[in-house]
Every structure is written in structure tokens, then in C-alpha cells.
Nanobody, 124 residues
């Protein structure tokens, strides 16, 4: 069983930065893809970024390219989402997810494991 635990959310102002972390319980993750999603109230869950654990290859939603960066730390078994220049519309619950396989993907239905989510609120 794989457990994912997000942390790092909080209340920030527009223009601030925030780094989310996702601690992964499983040791061997070379055949997995990790993803970050978010869901705002009344909206569908949307894909943000994905990373292939084995190679570090990444894939982003167009609207966050250049502002968000996904990365992983093999030694810490942790995936990060660095978010810069945050906007009011970035307010949402952010989720970490894991998918078996090595193909980068952006559909929530293709991910097998999910964390509990961490709230990010951007407010002036």
C-alpha cells in the first residue's frame, strides 16, 4: 500500500511563494509517476504537474508553466511543488497523487493513490 502525505499549505498573499511537500511511504518508486492536482470550491479537480520518478522528466499544465515547478528527492522519498507568484485564483486544496507506470499523465482517473490534500489560500 502507498501512502501520500501532503504538507506546506497555508495562507499567503498574492505574489508570494509556497512549497508543497508530499511524503511517500513506499521506498521503491522507480516505476511510478507522481502528480499534483488542485480543486477549488465548486470546480473540478485539475491537473497541475507530473514527474516520472525514475528520470525526473516533467509535464505541466500550460497555465502554470514558468510559475510552478515539480521535483522529487529520492533520498527523502518526497515530491515537491514549488509555487511562485501566487494569484488569488490559485486558492484551492492541493493533492499529491501517484500512478503506476512511467507514462506522464494528466487525468485524475489514471492515478492510483491520493493524499488527503493541503489547503492553499491566497488572499490580500
Amino acid at each position: 500500500q502507498v501512502q501520500l502525505v501532503e504538507s506546506g499549505g497555508g495562507l499567503v498573499q498574492p505574489g508570494d511563494s509556497l512549497r508543497l511537500s508530499c511524503a511517500v511511504s513506499r521506498r521503491t518508486f522507480n516505476s511510478f509517476v507522481m502528480g499534483w492536482f488542485r480543486q477549488a470550491p465548486g470546480k473540478e479537480r485539475e491537473f497541475l504537474a507530473a514527474i516520472r520518478w525514475s528520470t525526473g522528466s516533467t509535464y505541466y499544465r500550460d497555465s502554470v508553466k514558468g510559475r510552478f515547478t515539480i521535483s522529487r528527492d529520492n533520498a527523502q522519498n518526497t515530491v515537491y511543488l514549488q509555487m511562485n507568484s501566487l494569484k488569488l485564483e490559485d486558492t484551492a486544496v492541493y493533492y499529491c497523487a501517484a500512478a503506476r507506470g512511467v507514462v506522464l499523465r494528466d487525468r485524475a482517473t489514471e492515478y492510483d493513490y491520493w493524499g488527503q490534500g493541503t489547503q492553499v489560500t491566497v488572499s490580500s
